[in-house]
């Protein structure tokens, strides 16, 4: 799996081959075809790895059970580490979705699940929406090259989502490159 993440990579998700990961690891087709039967079942392996080393991410970052701030504001704290993210699990994960319609069911479903359990009816509840949308919203158009944002910028924008996660405005000066309005 691991010569799989790197193939994507490298070549794309659409560069995620049988061919290319053996050629990767330096063994046959066959021998990539013995662990995972198809394309579609190393996807799907992919993915069940992605789910649990997130499934531990977040407990490492303070998720709880059963309390939605505590599992938004770890899964922004995950975010927020553009580079371990973008680096494993963000690869993964669209390979899976551009590859595997059920494995998009699931994802809209968690994003779903994740935006009905936050309490809108509270302040807290809204900044806290905001704040998750804001860091999903600016990881992903850093990720495509949407948006082209060196560590500077991206640091800003993290400190800013956190603001929000707290039911503040980000400051001006506290965000550089910014001038007071």
């Not at 993440?5 to 330096?26: D, F, H, Q, S, Y």
């Not at 949308?133 to 090259?145: S, T, W």
């Amino acid at each position: 799996m691991d010569a799989a993440e790197a193939v994507t990579m490298e070549k794309g998700p659409a560069g995620l081959t049988i061919a290319a990961v053996a050629e990767r690891m330096g063994i046959t087709n066959g021998g990539v075809q013995y662990s995972f039967r198809s394309k579609e079942s190393l996807i799907a392996a992919m993915f069940e790895r992605w789910q649990e080393e997130y499934a531990e991410h977040m407990i490492e970052l303070g998720a709880v059970p059963d309390d939605e701030v505590s599992r938004i504001r770890a899964h922004i704290a995950y975010g927020s580490n553009y580079d371990d993210r973008s680096r494993r699990g963000a690869p993964t994960l669209l390979v899976s979705l551009l590859n595997s319609p059920q494995h998009m069911v699931q994802v809209r479903r968690w994003y779903r699940n994740r935006l009905d359990a936050i309490d809108v009816s509270t302040d807290e509840g809204r900044w806290l929406r905001l704040a998750f949308l804001a860091m999903e919203g600016a990881f992903l158009m850093r990720l495509f090259g949407l948006v082209e944002m060196d560590s500077d910028e991206w640091r800003s924008i993290v400190a800013d989502v956190w603001a929000l996660c707290d039911g503040k405005l980000p400051q001006a000066q506290d965000a550089p490159g910014r001038q007071a309005a």
